[in-house]
């Protein structure tokens, strides 16, 4: 079984451009999150969608980054336009949606986002 | 608020020797899940161990074990017997809310054969 897949691995942009990471969950995960580690922080909470829904979007910094998941699959979170504090690896999680609230989320490998 | 504290951020241990990571969290909520993650190089977060707050017995699976005290709200991992495939950063979460993760900074363990 394929686990969470996130595209890019890495990306280099200057500030002011515009970027878009993309999480591939487990396959059947309904759950979907999205984290952010940014250097010398802890990994911190950005949103989590249920299916195609926004769940919880509290986490979210700023205007500036968009989260979609369109179909209830894949998901995307673009930022634009990017600042240089928006640098981090950005984690993305996926659990099934059962009747138990606390399944074990399964982590992609990040994508560390450069913004210089 | 939801708080873990994971104070030492680098720890070295020569193959074979035991290596305990702290791990003390803070929440309002009276049912909670503790958990450890396991950060290899290749990057992924590997799922280690859930506990919730009603079961205070330690767990051991192989070389790991677990210490989790509610009196001290503390969640204790002990590796041992360290191998070099050990090596890696570990990160304690409490899990709130809709199964929101708050973590602690992580510990990267060093283990030199």
């Known amino acids: 079984e394929a686990g969470v897949t996130q595209f890019p691995s890495h990306s280099v942009i200057e500030k002011g451009q515009t970027v878009t990471l993309r999480c591939d969950p487990i396959s059947g995960h309904d759950n979907l999150y999205w984290y952010r580690r940014v250097m010398g922080k802890e990994i911190k909470f950005l949103l989590h969608?249920?299916?195609?829904?926004?769940?919880?979007e509290s986490g979210m910094p700023n205007n500036r980054f968009l989260a979609e998941r369109t179909g209830g699959t894949y998901s995307t979170l673009k930022v634009q336009p990017a600042e240089l504090e928006d640098s981090g690896v950005y984690f993305c999680?996926?659990?099934?949606?059962?009747?138990?609230?606390?399944?074990?989320?399964?982590f992609g490998p990040g994508t560390r986002l450069t913004v210089l | 608020a939801q708080k873990v504290t994971q104070a030492q951020t680098e720890i070295s241990v020569v193959e074979k020797e035991d290596v305990t990571l702290d791990c003390v969290y803070e929440?309002?909520?009276?049912?909670?899940?503790l958990f450890w993650y396991k950060q290899p190089p290749s990057g992924e977060l590997v799922f280690l161990i859930r506990r919730n707050s009603f079961d205070e017995q330690n767990e051991i699976s192989g070389r790991y074990s677990w210490n989790f005290q509610k009196s001290t709200s503390s969640f204790n991992f002990t590796i041992t017997a360290s191998q070099v495939v050990d090596s890696a950063v570990y990160f304690c979460a409490l899990a709130y809310g809709n199964n929101r993760l708050a973590f602690g900074k992580g510990n990267q363990v060093v283990v030199i054969p």
């Open positions: 929440t309002r909520d009276t049912t909670y899940y």
């Open positions: 969608f249920v299916k195609e829904s926004k769940q919880d």
């Open positions: 999680a996926s659990s099934q949606l059962t009747g138990f609230s606390y399944n074990e989320q399964f």
